[in-house]
């Protein structure tokens, strides 16, 4: 089977949508399913022809008019914020109406999809899997950060959904901290906005994140929108203090561990350290992709049925 995966962005862009889809395709090419990885910009129709499915990471951003069947993953910014905008509800009707099938990272509410008109195929949730090669990098001396600091670790592009600026606000009084900020710079006007002496910004490459779990004594995420983000859930698999806000994508998160955004919230719950106890497992990257693959051939059976009647 040969798939086509589209997405908003990819190497050498660093970004959360990055990282998930290479770990599936990896997964994928494993299970001996032949996949070929391009942003909307590289889409071409022999692409399209060599492909026997297309698949479409995020309705929106990774949508591109296809003939081949397609199915559909939906992330936050799909289901928390463009399905509120009126500007997006065509291109969201017109990415899901016609595809084959949707996925999420987790049982979502479909109300207001539906509420704009989307007809839903039918859908599957496929959590995601975690991928940390362990890593001996020394993040402390790389940026520089005193020892006796408490290093906060905030993996998230500096952008007005992530909300870099509502950590250093919550932040801003504590002493002996550093923040570390883990992502592109997609608005320069707010990454001015958040600078500070104690805050640094950079990038690191996905070899290297175990061990920036590793030296993070705290992972926030402050996000106004989110679907199961890989820094979530690493940063649970390393079993680490982990503090969220309380958005829809993050309810996987135990309670006491998410905040309201609101000011001081976050400051108020890092007063006191919960024990570490997430529990449950998380599933391997065969076992993800198996699931990806099996929406594949359910979807190439129907339709050649389909065919066939």
Same mark, same amino acid.
């Not at 899997?129 to 020892?147: A, C, G, M, Q, Y």
């Given at each position: 089977m040969r798939v086509l995966?589209?997405? /908003?962005?990819?190497? /050498?862009?660093? #970004?959360?949508? *990055?990282? #998930?889809?290479?770990?599936?395709?990896?997964? !994928?090419?494993? $299970?001996?399913?032949?996949?070929?990885?391009? =942003? /909307?910009?590289?889409? =071409?129709?022999? !692409?399209?022809?060599?492909? %026997? $499915?297309? +698949?479409?990471? +995020?309705?929106?951003?990774?949508?591109?008019? *296809?003939?081949k069947p397609y199915i559909v993953s939906l992330t936050g910014t799909d289901m928390n914020v463009h399905a509120f905008q009126e500007d997006k509800h065509e291109l969201l009707k017109e990415s899901i109406n016609n595809s084959q099938h949707i996925t999420t990272y987790e049982p979502r509410d479909f109300t207001q999809l539906t509420d704009i008109g989307c007809i839903l195929p039918p859908h599957t949730t496929i959590p995601k899997s975690v991928t940390l090669p362990e890593s001996t990098f020394d993040v402390r001396t790389h940026f520089n950060i005193p020892k006796e600091h408490t290093l906060f670790l905030l993996i998230a592009a500096i952008r007005e959904v992530k909300d870099p600026l509502y950590a250093v606000t919550e932040l801003e009084q504590l002493e002996n901290k550093t923040l570390l900020i883990l992502g592109e710079v997609h608005d320069e006007t707010l990454h001015q906005q958040i600078k500070?002496?104690?805050?640094?910004?950079?990038?690191?490459? +996905?070899? +290297?994140?175990?061990?920036?779990?590793?030296?993070? %004594?705290?992972? $926030?995420?402050?996000? %106004?929108?989110?679907?199961c983000a890989n820094a979530v859930i690493e940063a649970m698999f390393m079993e680490k203090? $982990?503090?969220?806000?309380?958005?829809?994508?993050?309810?996987?998160?135990?309670?006491?561990?998410?905040?309201?955004?609101?000011?001081?919230?976050?400051?108020?719950?890092l007063e006191t350290l919960p024990p570490i106890n997430y529990g449950g497992k998380f599933p391997t990257q065969e076992a993800e992709a198996r699931a990806y693959k099996k929406v594949y051939e359910h979807v190439m059976r129907s339709l050649s049925h389909s065919a066939a009647t």
């Amino acid at each position: 089977m040969r798939v086509l995966i589209i997405t /908003p962005k990819y190497y /050498p862009t660093i #970004s959360g949508n *990055t990282e #998930s889809v290479a770990r599936i395709s990896q997964g !994928l090419q494993a $299970l001996g399913v032949q996949t070929t990885v391009i =942003t /909307p910009a590289q889409y =071409t129709k022999e !692409l399209e022809e060599n492909a %026997d $499915l297309v +698949h479409i990471f +995020h309705a929106t951003k990774g949508y591109v008019p *296809t003939r081949k069947p397609y199915i559909v993953s939906l992330t936050g910014t799909d289901m928390n914020v463009h399905a509120f905008q009126e500007d997006k509800h065509e291109l969201l009707k017109e990415s899901i109406n016609n595809s084959q099938h949707i996925t999420t990272y987790e049982p979502r509410d479909f109300t207001q999809l539906t509420d704009i008109g989307c007809i839903l195929p039918p859908h599957t949730t496929i959590p995601k899997s975690v991928t940390l090669p362990e890593s001996t990098f020394d993040v402390r001396t790389h940026f520089n950060i005193p020892k006796e600091h408490t290093l906060f670790l905030l993996i998230a592009a500096i952008r007005e959904v992530k909300d870099p600026l509502y950590a250093v606000t919550e932040l801003e009084q504590l002493e002996n901290k550093t923040l570390l900020i883990l992502g592109e710079v997609h608005d320069e006007t707010l990454h001015q906005q958040i600078k500070r002496p104690w805050v640094i910004v950079g990038k690191l490459p +996905h070899e +290297h994140m175990y061990a920036a779990y590793e030296a993070a %004594d705290i992972v $926030l995420n402050t996000s %106004d929108s989110e679907s199961c983000a890989n820094a979530v859930i690493e940063a649970m698999f390393m079993e680490k203090q $982990l503090f969220v806000a309380d958005v829809p994508g993050n309810q996987h998160v135990p309670k006491n561990r998410r905040f309201e955004k609101v000011q001081g919230a976050l400051a108020k719950i890092l007063e006191t350290l919960p024990p570490i106890n997430y529990g449950g497992k998380f599933p391997t990257q065969e076992a993800e992709a198996r699931a990806y693959k099996k929406v594949y051939e359910h979807v190439m059976r129907s339709l050649s049925h389909s065919a066939a009647t």
